[in-house]
């Protein structure tokens, strides 16, 4: 069994983006600049923009953070989305979901000028990833897609089960698993809440790709010897004992599936880290397009 460490990749990702930005920087080029907006004081969303302001720094991006209170306003958010699509130093930017529940989350990430979207969510990167395409591949899918590739998995052929049907995560990458690539040609099962008997789907999965947001849900009964697992859950689930008050789970008991796993991914450190580095290698794309262009 082989831990798919996501922290050491992401960090080699780093350095390959860092190497380019320092060669940016003697050439005298401008280098990436990425902004995030931040709309109250979830926990979890200020950990997570807080891990992508401190990369963006070791690895010479510029960052802009904006965060806004709680009881902002749609039309004030909107406004702010309207200035970074307009603003030319910012090459790409991203709004942590999820958003206070007065404002329509759709509304807003359809507002994201495609161009600037390094998160990959808008509908034109979807619809183009999808067609195989240029595109911005949303960062969870597009991290897993890469530690596969760096890691040797071989996907070509293998039956892939995706548990979980989100637009983030579950759907992008049933589509990539699929298509005609290096990390690609599987044949894929994307199941659900509503998929009946989902035990024998996973037991014939060659690989499993969880992102239901239920901790130890897959369990060692579930899988056969060999299987590659992917889990992308991350939960905060309470517990009085710890200092934080709460640990963090995966949607896979790692103690029961490991032992017959051929590969897999630990929470934290697997997936997780990898979605930052992604998100860093998408600014980088966009701000070599907006060079293009201009």
């Given at each position: 069994m082989k831990i798919l460490d996501g922290k050491k990749l992401s960090n080699q990702i780093k350095d390959?983006?860092?190497v380019e930005v320092r060669q940016m920087k003697e050439r005298g080029e401008k280098v990436p600049h990425l902004a995030a907006v931040l709309v109250g004081t979830d926990g979890a969303s200020l950990t997570y923009v807080g891990s992508k302001v401190r990369s963006c720094e070791r690895i010479g991006f510029e960052s802009t953070l904006i965060h806004l209170p709680e009881d902002t306003t749609e039309t004030y958010l909107l406004?702010?989305?309207?200035?970074?699509?307009?603003?030319?130093?910012?090459?790409?930017?991203?709004?942590?979901?999820?958003?206070?529940?007065?404002?329509?989350?759709?509304?807003?990430?359809?507002?994201?000028?495609?161009?600037?979207?390094?998160?990959?969510?808008?509908?034109?990167?979807?619809?183009?990833?999808?067609?195989?395409?240029?595109?911005?591949?949303?960062?969870?899918?597009?991290?897993?897609?890469?530690?596969?590739?760096?890691?040797?998995?071989?996907?070509?052929?293998?039956?892939?089960?995706?548990?979980?049907r989100s637009h983030i995560v579950g759907r992008p990458i049933s589509i990539l698993m699929s298509q005609k690539a290096e990390a690609g040609n599987a044949t894929v099962t994307l199941t659900h809440s509503r998929t009946k008997d989902m035990k024998s789907l996973t037991l014939?999965?060659?690989?499993?790709?969880?992102?239901?947001?239920?901790?130890?849900?897959?369990?060692?009964?579930?899988?056969?010897?060999?299987?590659?697992?992917?889990?992308?859950?991350?939960?905060?689930v309470p517990d009085?004992?710890?200092?934080?008050?709460?640990?963090?789970?995966?949607?896979v008991d790692f103690e029961g599936v490991s032992k017959k796993a051929s590969y897999i991914t630990p929470v934290p450190g697997g997936v997780g880290p990898m979605t930052i580095a992604m998100l860093l290698?998408?600014?980088?794309?966009?701000?070599?397009?907006?060079?293009?262009?201009?």
């Open positions: 390959e983006i860092a406004a702010k989305v309207a200035e970074l699509n307009a603003n030319p130093d910012i090459d790409g930017y991203i709004v942590q979901l999820p958003l206070p529940r007065h404002i329509d989350e759709e509304k807003v990430l359809m507002a994201v000028h495609p161009d600037k979207d390094v998160d990959g969510f808008h509908p034109t990167n979807f619809g183009k990833m999808a067609l195989d395409m240029e595109s911005f591949v949303p960062a969870t899918p597009y991290g897993i897609m890469e530690m596969l590739r760096r890691n040797g998995v071989e996907t070509s052929g293998k039956h892939t089960v995706v548990i979980g014939q999965a060659d690989i499993i790709v969880s992102a239901l947001g239920v901790p130890g849900f897959l369990t060692a009964d579930m899988v056969k010897e060999d299987v590659v697992i992917i889990d992308v859950g991350i939960t905060r009085a004992s710890r200092e934080r008050g709460y640990y963090i789970a995966g949607d290698k998408n600014t980088l794309l966009a701000r070599e397009r907006h060079n293009a262009k201009n």
